[in-house]
């Protein structure tokens, strides 16, 4: 499996001289999970599906987020026993964020409100992806815009703009600037 993981970078291709942003992404996921001991299997892919959104195609089916949230608690208890010392808290924040997001999914707000927080209070400690905490920021404010709460829904979707260089960021400002516009406007 390392080998595969080590690989993914050499099938990258260039349009313009530029990578394709999701590529580079999973390239650099691909490297980490390619050298280092101590992760939890599923954990690359829970994080490629969503990067790739498959957790809101998913959204309808109760029964596969309810399946992967298991999946997901199984990870935290793993990781939690076997901490690597590196990757530790990013890992365990990525974990807290989809956690978060199959909560939502399952409309229990207020339990998947504390996981998206507590990705962002762990914001200091990330050593690599920081990209958790725009998009917890992001998953919140969603979560807020579907408890009709707009102006917690908007403060966090503005907060998304603080953030520069990250993974993805390009994808989630795009989806930060469609979610601010569907949100009503107060008088």
């Not at 026993?81 to 990757?87: G, R, T």
């Not at 707000?109 to 920021?137: C, G, R, T, W």
């Amino acid at each position: 499996m390392n080998s595969l993981f080590l690989s993914v970078d050499n099938l990258r291709i260039k349009i313009l001289g530029t990578s394709v942003p999701i590529e580079k992404f999973v390239a650099e996921k691909g490297q980490r999970y390619g050298t280092t001991a101590g992760w939890f299997t599923a954990q690359p892919i829970l994080e490629f599906i969503y990067g790739w959104s498959g957790f809101r195609v998913m959204s309808k089916r109760r029964d596969l987020i309810s399946a992967w949230l298991s999946i997901i608690d199984k990870g935290e208890q793993l990781l939690q026993e076997n901490l690597n010392e590196e990757y530790g808290i990013d890992d365990i924040s990525l974990l807290n964020l989809l956690k978060g997001l199959c909560l939502k999914y399952l409309s229990k707000y207020l339990m998947a409100e504390h996981y998206f927080n507590h990705v962002i209070q762990k914001e200091k400690l990330l050593k690599y992806d920081h990209y958790l905490v725009p998009y917890s920021y992001y998953e919140l404010g969603i979560l807020y815009y579907l408890r009709g709460d707009y102006a917690s829904a908007i403060k966090n979707l503005e907060n998304v703009k603080n953030y520069k260089d990250y993974s993805m960021e390009a994808r989630l400002q795009f989806r930060t600037h469609i979610a601010l516009e569907q949100i009503p406007k107060e008088n």
